[in-house]
């Protein structure tokens, strides 16, 4: 079963339950990494990332997209808009199981969490400071640097010249999101992912973890839209600049 939909549903899975997997780690009562802070968490993304790439690729889609947001960005820049009705669902229910296998992963943690903002954190982001223009601002910037800067590390001009030996590229895919983590994430928490943050917020809402609180459905639509917003413009900059 190599198609693209499995492919991307694959990949994203595999990104969330390592990637939502070092956060509960980290934050979750008697995990043997609690507390092992916010570099561990940057990086168990990146290489989060860098694992779902390769699963996706190898199991049917040679995009491994993986975000929305970056398949937005890719049909802006191409025209080609064929992809998204079959890479989105992909990605959403890929990110929804993801966080059912890291609420599995974790079960005898849950319940002596008390902190229910802990535990929402494992599933979704949230603002340091909630303001709503500031935090669309943030996630609208963090996207803008993901979707532009792998457009950039695989352009033409790149690969003409030393160009990416095979197998490199989800090293160096993960290291942006690193960067991205380490730089700019302290705002929202960077999501720059629709599906990262919808399907696992959707996973806490229906999950009967104990001792949750509620999904923060007030603030959902900014890592939501924010990274669409910021994949749009990445295109637009992608085909003057790229």
């Known amino acids: 079963m190599h198609t693209p939909f499995v492919g991307e549903l694959l990949g994203t899975l595999v990104l969330i339950l390592l990637g939502n997997g070092v956060v509960a780690g980290v934050l979750l009562a008697k995990s043997k990494a609690q507390n092992s ?3 561990v968490i940057t990086a168990g993304w990146a290489f989060a990332v860098m694992a779902g790439v390769f699963v996706s690729t190898a199991t049917g889609s040679p995009d491994a997209h993986l975000n929305p947001a970056v398949t937005l960005g890719a049909a802006v820049v191409t025209g080609d808009w064929s992809k998204l009705p079959v890479y989105v669902p992909a990605q959403m229910i890929g990110a929804f199981l993801g966080a059912v296998l890291v609420w599995l992963q974790y ?20 603002p340091a400071i909630r303001n709503v223009p ?21 352009s033409k001009s790149v690969m003409a010249g030393a160009g990416i030996p095979a197998g490199l590229g989800p090293y160096i895919v993960g290291m942006v999101v690193w960067a991205i983590g380490l730089s700019l994430g302290g705002t929202t928490g960077y999501a720059i992912n629709p599906a990262r943050d919808l399907g696992p917020r959707i ?7 104990a001792g949750k609180g509620g999904a923060d459905w007030g603030y959902s639509w900014i890592p939501v839209v924010g990274p669409l917003v910021g994949a749009a413009i990445a295109g637009l900059l992608i085909k003057v600049f790229i």
């Open 134 to 154: 500031g935090n669309l601002i943030s996630e609208i910037i963090g996207t803008v640097a993901l979707v532009f800067i792998i457009a950039a590390v695989f």
């Open 107 to 126: 079960l005898p943690h849950w319940a002596p969490t008390e902190d229910k903002g802990l535990k929402l954190a494992i599933f979704c982001t949230g």
């Open 203 to 209: 996973a806490h809402a229906v999950l009967p973890i």
């Open 37 to 39: 802070g916010w570099i």
